[in-house]
Every structure is written in structure tokens, then in C-alpha cells.
């Protein structure tokens, strides 16, 4: 059997891609992320290019007018440089001004729809990959990792472009005064330019590093915090501080490492550009000497030599970092790109009402070629108003069926349907909205808990939510609650007991009003006032629906209409509590089974 899940490697870095080899082909593919705001990166560029050309125009009549001065010229013939350079400071600040606000207005808006991107991508690929990613690494990814990427939209895309036309026109400049300075120039200019691949290899080994350093660190400190209690309860903080201390000792070697190659470069590209000067200093005081070159333009030479410099060497600071900025975008653009779990084949769904008769008709699925089918040659159905109950062993398959009716992953074998058609023929927003999942590991959002059941239907009314709320028994306790329903539940709704959040989840289920509904031991290691409350806000919430129930308890599976019972991914038996007493088969061992463990 074909699994049609991908053996993801535990790493947002995306080690099962292969790399693109160069640092600039992996920076490529950083470029479709500015979509429409290339045009504001393409102003800030002109921008920049004219206020370098004014700053090299300031910078020669500058060093003019002193060599002017120092050869005894009136000052009345001075003045009119002098009014020239002064026109060109009003200029000089609005382009330079320009440069900047283009390109972080550029950066920001990218990075904002870069990270609209991450998220999206968390919601396309949920849960299959997720499952097999620590939160913390992702929240690495779509946070810092996003604002990494600042570094090359904002100070990257405009000086290399500046870079490239600057230097330019300044050899050319030497070049009207001497065409040995140009011909001195040139090859400096290319030698400093180059330094950023002389340690290539190096720098993209110590981003990788760094990023995944960051990436370990921020999730194994997202554990620490969401598993306080446990830490405390077992007396596992030394355990928990040194792993995390072992971890901020490689952060550390990794910045060390990375700060070890930048300051070699740093020193590379100084005294690259001192040598460049000098050279210019040196021919250009040998052809003042020799007569080939005006005293005047001498100081000028000197001055557009180490202001050709400087393009370059901005560029190279910043390429210093791009190795850093290219890792994080390789784990960007391998999320945006990874393909999801499950793919929309149509646009639109069957045409007319969609009758919520639910059928799995020999399915089969395992989540790895390697593994064992999670389910396989599975049948049942499920009817308008009908509650059906799957039992069995942990691992018999009984959430891997609510997975796939929920399309989280596809079916390798067989069928499932909805109304006489594939849940393939449906867009997956379409699918779910006909189905309601109420899990057995409930997640509230650190908001009230009126936004947390307007979850399910954002336009509710107030009445609504409340209306909701009473029929899933939570109405009582909510009420009862200092600020009611604009109590705040706490991150992971840690302020709510278990039987509340399973009731505030119920809440939002009745909400959405889906006809389907799928429970997944929602009443699972609830007390027996907890597990009474939410029973009966399960029967209030099954009223009229087709549901699917994965159950454990007893008290539930005996309130169910029929019950198929899975023993390693098949199905065992199928029929009512009596009918599957009275047959005594695998049905009364399971039945068997929990007695004992609650017996002891």
C-alpha cells in the first residue's frame, strides 16, 4: 500500500531539498517574495545611484575648490563653486532620504507578505507536517527567520545595484585625468568586490549553522515554557537547564565561528581599500611630478578613488551577513514551498444541496511506505442523524479514519464519500465546512472565550455565542466567571479546567452548525462530573447531526446508534451495544479491558 504523506526530515532548514550551490542562486529565490513591490525597490535603486553620482560630484568640487585655494586662486573665482556645492546639499538629502524610505517601505511590505506566506503555509500543510515539526523551530521560522530577510530587501538589492553603477563612472572620471589611474583602479576595485566569495563556502556552512542554532534553541525554549509544570512537579529543572545551556553553548560557537570569518573579511576589504587609495596617491603624485596631471586635479583623483570605494565596500559589510540571510530564506522558501499533504483537484464542489451521509468503503492508508497500514479495507457508514462510535485498542486506526473523512491526509486505498461523492471532489474549504472537529486535546487561544467559540462562526451574535454556550453546558460556569464571557482563557487555556474547555469547544462546534460532526474522546481523562457535564453536551450537540465518535468511555459508546470496533486497522465488528454483547467477541474483550484498568 502507497502512502501518500512525505518522509519530512525534522528540520524547517529543509535538508530533503538539495541546496542550490551558489549563495547567489540561493538569494534568487528570495526575489518572487517582493512581488509587487519591486517597483518601489527599482526607485529606491534610481534614488540611490543619483544621490552616490551627486555625493561623488560634491565630493570632486570639494576637493577642487581646496586645491584651488592651495594654489593662491582669488576668492572671487572660488564663489561659484562654492554657491554649486551648496545647491547640491537640498538634493544630496532628498535623494539620500529617498533611497532609504523606498527600500525599508519596499522591505516591510515584502516581509509582511512574506510572513502572510508562512502562515498560510502552516494552515496548507496542517496537520501532516506540522505533526512532525517543533512549534518553536516554526515560530523561528516565521518570525525570526522573516525578519531576517530584511537585511537584503532594504540594504542589499539597492547598494549592489548602486555598486555596480558608481564605480563606473568614477574609472571613468580617472580616466578623463589619466587613463593609468583608471587602469590602477580597476583591477583594485575587482579585488574587493570578490572578497566575499574568497570565504563563500565558510560563510554559507556558519549561516546554516546559525539559523538551525536559533531555530533549536527558540523550540527547545518554547518547550521549557509550555512544560513548566511538568518540570516542577518532577524536579527535572537542572535536567531542562543544562540541555538548554548545551544549546546556548553551540549558539554561541556558532556566532563565534560566524564572527571569526566576518572579522576576517572586515579586514580584507580595509585594507583592500586603503591599498587602492594609495596606489591612486602614489601614480597620482608620480604624474603631478612628471607634468602629465594638473595639480588641481590631483586632490580630486584622490578623493573619487576612495569615494569609488565605498559602494563597494557597503555591499561587502553587508554580504558579510547575507550567508546568515540566505540560510533563513532557504527555510522560508522550503515552507512556502512544501507541498501540503493533501491538493484541491477541483475548483468547485458537487452542484445542489450535499446530503450528509457519510461512507468509507474499503480505505486504506499508511502514513509511510515503511509502516504497516493505520487502516486498511476499513467499511462503515454513516447516516443523516446517526451517531456511529469507533472502538479500539490504541493504534487500531479509530483518529486515523476522523483524519482522513477531514482530508488531513488522502486515502491510499478505497474510498470515502459525502452525499454519494468523493470528499476528493470537494475543495478541502469546502469539505470542512460541512464538518466539525471537536478533538480530545482542546486548544483555546489566549483571547475571551467569546472570541474562542465565535471561532466557529466569526459573524455570531452575542445571543449566539451565548445560545451555543447553553447548549453545551458551558453557559453555567462562564456566567459564573469574574469578566463572564470576556474572560480571557489563557494561552492553551490554562485557566480552564479540562471538562470547561471540552464544553468551550462543543460551544464553538454547536456554532459552526455543521451538519457532520466528529468527536475524538472528547470525554477521555475528564473526572465523573467533567465527563457527565460534557456527555451531555455531546447528546445536545449530536441532535440532528451525522456524527462520528471516537470513544473510550463506556458512557459513550453505549449512547451511540451503532458501533464498529477496529483491531489493527480493520474492522473487527460492526452493530449496536447489545448486538455486540451478545456476540462476544472482540467488542466485550475491549469492554473487558477498561473495567480492569478502571478497577485498579
Same mark, same amino acid.
Given at each position: 500500500?502507497?502512502?501518500?504523506?512525505?518522509d519530512?526530515?525534522?528540520d524547517?532548514?529543509g535538508?530533503d531539498?538539495?541546496?542550490?550551490?551558489?549563495?547567489?542562486a540561493?538569494?534568487?529565490v528570495l526575489m518572487?517574495?517582493l512581488g509587487e513591490?519591486?517597483?518601489l525597490?527599482?526607485?529606491?535603486y534610481l534614488?540611490?545611484?543619483?544621490?552616490q553620482?551627486?555625493a561623488l560630484a560634491?565630493?570632486?568640487?570639494g576637493?577642487?575648490?581646496?586645491?584651488?585655494?592651495?594654489?593662491?586662486?582669488?576668492a572671487?573665482?572660488l564663489?561659484g563653486?562654492?554657491?554649486?556645492?551648496a545647491?547640491?546639499?537640498?538634493?544630496?538629502a532628498?535623494?539620500?532620504?529617498?533611497d532609504?524610505v523606498f527600500?525599508?517601505v519596499?522591505?516591510?511590505?515584502a516581509?509582511?507578505?512574506?510572513?502572510?506566506?508562512?502562515?498560510?503555509a502552516?494552515?496548507r500543510?496542517? +496537520?501532516g507536517?506540522m505533526?512532525?515539526?517543533?512549534?518553536?523551530d516554526?515560530?523561528?521560522a516565521?518570525?525570526a527567520?522573516?525578519e531576517?530577510i530584511?537585511?537584503?530587501?532594504a540594504?542589499?538589492?539597492?547598494?549592489?545595484?548602486?555598486?555596480?553603477?558608481?564605480p563606473v563612472?568614477?574609472t571613468?572620471?580617472?580616466g578623463?585625468?589619466h587613463?593609468?589611474l583608471?587602469?590602477?583602479l580597476?583591477p583594485?576595485?575587482l579585488?574587493?568586490?570578490?572578497v566575499?566569495?574568497?570565504l563563500?563556502?565558510r560563510?554559507e556552512?556558519?549561516?546554516?549553522e546559525?539559523?538551525?542554532s536559533?531555530g533549536r534553541?527558540g523550540?527547545?525554549?518554547?518547550?521549557t515554557f509550555?512544560?513548566?509544570?511538568?518540570?516542577?512537579?518532577?524536579?527535572g529543572?537542572?535536567?531542562?537547564l543544562?540541555?538548554l545551556?548545551?544549546?546556548?553553548?553551540r549558539?554561541?560557537a556558532?556566532?563565534?565561528?560566524?564572527g571569526r570569518?566576518s572579522?576576517?573579511?572586515?579586514?580584507?576589504?580595509?585594507?583592500?581599500?586603503l591599498?587602492?587609495?594609495?596606489v591612486?596617491l602614489?601614480?597620482?603624485?608620480?604624474?603631478?611630478?612628471?607634468?602629465?596631471?594638473?595639480?588641481?586635479?590631483f586632490?580630486v583623483?584622490?578623493v573619487?578613488?576612495a569615494?569609488?570605494?565605498?559602494p563597494?565596500?557597503k555591499v561587502?559589510?553587508?554580504?558579510r551577513?547575507?550567508?546568515?540571510v540566505?540560510a533563513?530564506a532557504?527555510?522560508?522558501?522550503?515552507?512556502i514551498e512544501? +507541498? +501540503?499533504?493533501?491538493?484541491?483537484?477541483?475548483d468547485?464542489?458537487?452542484?445542489?444541496?450535499?446530503? +450528509?451521509?457519510?461512507?468509507?468503503?474499503?480505505?486504506?492508508f499508511?502514513?509511510?511506505d515503511?509502516?504497516r497500514?493505520a487502516?486498511?479495507?476499513?467499511s462503515?457508514e454513516?447516516?443523516?442523524g446517526?451517531?456511529?462510535?469507533?472502538v479500539?485498542?490504541?493504534?487500531?486506526?479509530?483518529?486515523t479514519?476522523?483524519n482522513l473523512?477531514?482530508?488531513?491526509?488522502d486515502?491510499?486505498a478505497?474510498?470515502?464519500?459525502?452525499?454519494g461523492h468523493?470528499v476528493?471532489?470537494?475543495?478541502?474549504?469546502?469539505?470542512?465546512?460541512?464538518?466539525t472537529?471537536?478533538p480530545?486535546?482542546?486548544?483555546?487561544?489566549?483571547?475571551?472565550?467569546? $472570541?474562542?467559540?465565535?471561532?466557529?462562526?466569526?459573524?455570531?451574535?452575542?445571543? $449566539?455565542?451565548?445560545?451555543?454556550?447553553?447548549a453545551?453546558?458551558?453557559?453555567?460556569?462562564?456566567?459564573?466567571?469574574?469578566?463572564g464571557?470576556d474572560?480571557v482563557?489563557g494561552?492553551?487555556?490554562a485557566r480552564?479546567?479540562?471538562?470547561?474547555?471540552?464544553?468551550?469547544a462543543i460551544?464553538?462546534?454547536?456554532?459552526k452548525d455543521?451538519?457532520?460532526?466528529?468527536m475524538?474522546?472528547?470525554?477521555s481523562?475528564?473526572d465523573a462530573a467533567?465527563?457527565q457535564?460534557?456527555?451531555?453536551?455531546?447528546?445536545?450537540?449530536?441532535q440532528?447531526?451525522?456524527?462520528?465518535v471516537i470513544?473510550h468511555?463506556?458512557s459513550?459508546?453505549?449512547?451511540a446508534?451503532?458501533?464498529?470496533?477496529l483491531?489493527?486497522?480493520?474492522?473487527?465488528?460492526t452493530g449496536t451495544h447489545?448486538?455486540l454483547?451478545?456476540?462476544d467477541?472482540?467488542?466485550?474483550?475491549?469492554?473487558?479491558a477498561?473495567?480492569?484498568?478502571?478497577?485498579?
Amino acid at each position: 500500500m502507497t502512502a501518500v504523506t512525505h518522509d519530512h526530515r525534522h528540520d524547517t532548514g529543509g535538508e530533503d531539498r538539495v541546496r542550490p550551490r551558489s549563495l547567489s542562486a540561493r538569494l534568487r529565490v528570495l526575489m518572487p517574495l517582493l512581488g509587487e513591490h519591486r517597483k518601489l525597490i527599482a526607485v529606491a535603486y534610481l534614488a540611490g545611484a543619483v544621490h552616490q553620482l551627486l555625493a561623488l560630484a560634491s565630493a570632486g568640487i570639494g576637493a577642487y575648490v581646496v586645491a584651488l585655494a592651495a594654489t593662491g586662486t582669488p576668492a572671487g573665482e572660488l564663489t561659484g563653486w562654492i554657491v554649486l556645492l551648496a545647491a547640491l546639499i537640498v538634493p544630496l538629502a532628498f535623494f539620500n532620504v529617498a533611497d532609504s524610505v523606498f527600500a525599508h517601505v519596499a522591505a516591510f511590505r515584502a516581509l509582511a507578505d512574506t510572513r502572510g506566506k508562512v502562515y498560510a503555509a502552516f494552515e496548507r500543510l496542517s +496537520p501532516g507536517y506540522m505533526l512532525e515539526r517543533r512549534s518553536g523551530d516554526l515560530g523561528s521560522a516565521a518570525i525570526a527567520d522573516v525578519e531576517q530577510i530584511e537585511l537584503f530587501f532594504a540594504h542589499t538589492l539597492s547598494p549592489l545595484a548602486v555598486a555596480t553603477t558608481v564605480p563606473v563612472a568614477t574609472t571613468v572620471a580617472l580616466g578623463s585625468f589619466h587613463w593609468s589611474l583608471a587602469a590602477a583602479l580597476v583591477p583594485v576595485l575587482l579585488v574587493l568586490a570578490s572578497v566575499p566569495a574568497w570565504l563563500r563556502r565558510r560563510a554559507e556552512t556558519h549561516g546554516r549553522e546559525l539559523r538551525e542554532s536559533l531555530g533549536r534553541i527558540g523550540a527547545d525554549s518554547a518547550d521549557t515554557f509550555q512544560g513548566l509544570r511538568e518540570l516542577v512537579n518532577f524536579g527535572g529543572r537542572e535536567q531542562r537547564l543544562k540541555l538548554l545551556r548545551r544549546e546556548g553553548s553551540r549558539l554561541a560557537a556558532a556566532k563565534a565561528r560566524h564572527g571569526r570569518r566576518s572579522g576576517i573579511e572586515y579586514s580584507a576589504t580595509d585594507t583592500i581599500a586603503l591599498v587602492g587609495i594609495l596606489v591612486v596617491l602614489v601614480l597620482g603624485a608620480r604624474l603631478v611630478a612628471e607634468g602629465e596631471l594638473a595639480a588641481t586635479a590631483f586632490p580630486v583623483a584622490v578623493v573619487l578613488a576612495a569615494m569609488s570605494m565605498m559602494p563597494v565596500l557597503k555591499v561587502t559589510e553587508v554580504a558579510r551577513e547575507l550567508s546568515v540571510v540566505a540560510a533563513a530564506a532557504e527555510r522560508i522558501v522550503t515552507l512556502i514551498e512544501q +507541498p +501540503p499533504p493533501v491538493t484541491d483537484l477541483v475548483d468547485a464542489g458537487p452542484a445542489g444541496p450535499i446530503t +450528509p451521509v457519510v461512507r468509507f468503503d474499503g480505505v486504506g492508508f499508511a502514513y509511510r511506505d515503511d509502516l504497516r497500514p493505520a487502516v486498511e479495507g476499513v467499511s462503515f457508514e454513516i447516516r443523516p442523524g446517526e451517531t456511529v462510535a469507533l472502538v479500539g485498542h490504541s493504534g487500531a486506526g479509530k483518529s486515523t479514519c476522523a483524519n482522513l473523512l477531514l482530508r488531513f491526509w488522502d486515502v491510499a486505498a478505497g474510498s470515502i464519500t459525502i452525499g454519494g461523492h468523493d470528499v476528493r471532489d470537494f475543495p478541502t474549504e469546502d469539505l470542512r465546512r460541512l464538518m466539525t472537529l471537536v478533538p480530545q486535546d482542546t486548544f483555546l487561544f489566549n483571547t475571551s472565550l467569546r $472570541e474562542n467559540i465565535r471561532l466557529g462562526r466569526a459573524d455570531a451574535t452575542d445571543a $449566539e455565542v451565548e445560545a451555543a454556550a447553553r447548549a453545551a453546558q458551558a453557559h453555567q460556569f462562564i456566567a459564573e466567571l469574574p469578566h463572564g464571557y470576556d474572560t480571557v482563557a489563557g494561552e492553551l487555556g490554562a485557566r480552564m479546567s479540562g471538562g470547561q474547555r471540552q464544553r468551550v469547544a462543543i460551544a464553538r462546534a454547536l456554532l459552526k452548525d455543521a451538519p457532520i460532526l466528529v468527536m475524538d474522546e472528547a470525554v477521555s481523562n475528564l473526572d465523573a462530573a467533567s465527563e457527565q457535564a460534557v456527555t451531555a453536551a455531546m447528546n445536545s450537540a449530536r441532535q440532528g447531526r451525522t456524527t462520528l465518535v471516537i470513544a473510550h468511555r463506556l458512557s459513550t459508546i453505549r449512547t451511540a446508534d451503532r458501533i464498529v470496533v477496529l483491531d489493527r486497522g480493520r474492522v473487527a465488528e460492526t452493530g449496536t451495544h447489545a448486538e455486540l454483547v451478545a456476540a462476544d467477541g472482540r467488542y466485550v474483550s475491549l469492554l473487558a479491558a477498561q473495567l480492569d484498568e478502571e478497577s485498579v
